[in-house]
C-alpha cells in the first residue's frame, strides 16, 4: 500500500518529533536556572582565604572569568587534564606568579589580588591561552 504508508510515515515521524519536544521541555523547566556569574564558592569574608579549583582543559583555563575580592588571599589548586594544550604553566605577571602545572597533578598557587579590575593570566607563550578574574 503504497499510498498508505506515505500518510503514515510522515504523521508518525510528526508523532516522535513533538513527543521528543515536549520531553525536552519537560526537562528545562525542572532543572535549576543557571547562575554563570555566581561564584562556585561563597566568596566569604574578605582576609578569609578562599580556594578556587582551575582545569586546563583542551579548551583552556576552566571556569573563567573568575570574580575575586580585592584584599582576599585566593588559593588556586590548578589542573591540567590534557596534553593537548600550551597552557602548561600559569603566569601572572602582576604578582610574580610563574608556575608550571604538570599532567594531572594538582598545583596550588596562593596571591593576594591588591588592585580592583580585570587581571589577565595564562600560558607562558605571551597568555597565548588565557583566562581572566574580575577584581572587585
Ligand atoms: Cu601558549
Avoid at 38 to 58: S, V
Wanted: hydrophobic share 40%; with cysteine; proline share 11%.
Amino acid at each position: 500500500m503504497p499510498f498508505f504508508s506515505k500518510i503514515i510515515k510522515p504523521l508518525l515521524a510528526l508523532a516522535l518529533s513533538a513527543a521528543v519536544l515536549s520531553a525536552e521541555q519537560g526537562c528545562t523547566k525542572d532543572s535549576a536556572p543557571a547562575a554563570p556569574s555566581a561564584p562556585a564558592a561563597p566568596a566569604g569574608k574578605p582576609g578569609e582565604p578562599r580556594t578556587i579549583a582551575l582545569t586546563i582543559t583542551e579548551k583552556g583555563y576552566e571556569p573563567s572569568p573568575i570574580t575575586l575580592q580585592q584584599g582576599q588571599p585566593v588559593k588556586l589548586v590548578l589542573t591540567r587534564t590534557t596534553e593537548h594544550t600550551c597552557a602548561t604553566e600559569i603566569v601572572l605577571d602582576e604578582y610574580n606568579i610563574n608556575t608550571p602545572v604538570p599532567l594531572n597533578q594538582p598545583v596550588e598557587v596562593a596571591f593576594t589580588p591588591t588592585k580592583t579590575g580585570k587581571l589577565v593570566y595564562g600560558c607562558a607563550m605571551g597568555k597565548m591561552i588565557s583566562g581572566v578574574f574580575m577584581v572587585e
